[in-house]
């Protein structure tokens, strides 16, 4: 069992900054691939970037260079930078908890890009 509580969303304005955080509950977070997911109005969820226990960091193509995801696995958290925000990365972004047939979600926090 695992419980996923995002924090960080809110307004901004186009090419400013803003950093997600997701906590986390339960054990083994170590262990587990942690990723960022958003959902904009009339669109599929899509993935943002991925940080596993082992291998290799993933972003989104729409998202290379511009955000960084990062976990402290001491504290349970895994982070989300996102800097020179455009409109369209408005959307719902949702934290996920992956190990092995497992699968988590938080309920979201809310990314406005506006000016």
């Known amino acids: 069992q695992v419980q996923l509580v995002e924090s960080g969303g809110g307004l901004v304005q186009p090419g400013g900054s803003l950093r997600l955080t997701c906590a986390a509950s339960?054990?083994?977070?170590?262990?587990?691939?942690m990723s960022w997911y958003r959902q904009a109005p009339g669109k599929e969820r899509e993935l943002v970037a991925t940080?596993?226990?082992?291998?290799?960091?993933r972003y989104g193509d729409s998202v290379k260079g511009r955000f960084t995801i990062s976990r402290d696995n001491a504290k349970n958290t895994v982070d989300l930078q996102m800097n020179s925000l455009k409109p369209e990365d408005t959307a719902v972004y949702y934290c996920n908890s992956k190990f092995y047939n497992y699968d988590y979600w938080g309920q979201g926090t809310q990314v406005t890009v506006s000016s």
């Open positions: 940080i596993p226990s082992a291998g290799s960091i």
């Open positions: 339960g054990s083994i977070f170590s262990l587990r691939a």
